[in-house]
């Protein structure tokens, strides 16, 4: 594709090694998340590896870093935007993880609590199941035994009450602020330029507040 693409020689050459990493980081997360569902990895860092390759990677950090190999840019503007990428593209899971279990289905186009009837093993249940581990056993039961079943709607409002109550959802609340924070101070000390700096400002707000 790269080949084909109309791109002088020396730019393929600065995008390709990108584009076979970013291809590699996919296939990793994706082995990842089918692994940790196999073993019945519950922990959160194991959620977060997922999203760090599977989401984050091509969904934001590589594409930044795809556009700026392309263009020529700097080792340093090239880290900043990595790592804006990166940040950005996790937390932009993690809105996803809130909207699967708490979004609108008329807004998002998905059944009512459809992350919690697929079983998905998110960052959001992930820190639920471990406050719940941690000091609520019978909330830990009730959520092990709910997730990845057919679910009423009753039960569906019944594990999102359990979830709010542990916590969970201020926890991942908080974590997307910590990235989008971070994301910003990283993208604010680079050389980009300023249009770049807003319109990357304006994806990250849009990626990581929205209701859909």
Not at 8 to 14: D, I, K, L, V
């Amino acid at each position: 594709m790269i080949r084909e693409s109309g791109i002088s020689p020396e730019a393929a050459a600065r995008v390709s090694p990108v584009w076979s990493a970013m291809r590699t980081e996919v296939l990793g997360g994706q082995f990842l998340d089918i692994s940790n569902e196999a073993r019945g990895d519950e922990t959160v860092e194991a959620a977060m590896r997922v999203n760090r390759y599977k989401t984050a990677a091509y969904t934001i950090e590589r594409p930044l870093h795809l556009g700026a190999a392309l263009f020529g840019a700097d080792a340093e503007l090239v880290d900043a935007y990595r790592t804006f990428g990166t940040d950005i593209g996790i937390a932009f899971q993690l809105r996803d993880d809130l909207l699967g279990v708490f979004g609108d289905p008329s807004v998002t186009g998905k059944p009512s609590g459809d992350d919690l009837i697929a079983g998905k093993r998110t960052v959001l249940f992930a820190m639920a199941l471990a406050r719940a581990d941690a000091a609520d056993p019978a909330a830990a039961e009730l959520l092990r035994n709910g997730i990845g079943t057919q679910l009423t709607d009753t039960d569906v409002d019944t594990l999102r009450q359990v979830i709010t109550d542990l916590g969970a959802v201020t926890d991942v609340e908080t974590q997307i602020d910590t990235l989008v924070e971070a994301a910003a101070n990283a993208l604010d000390s680079s050389t980009a330029t300023a249009e770049s700096k807003a319109r990357l400002t304006d994806m990250a707000i849009a990626a990581t507040k929205r209701s859909y």
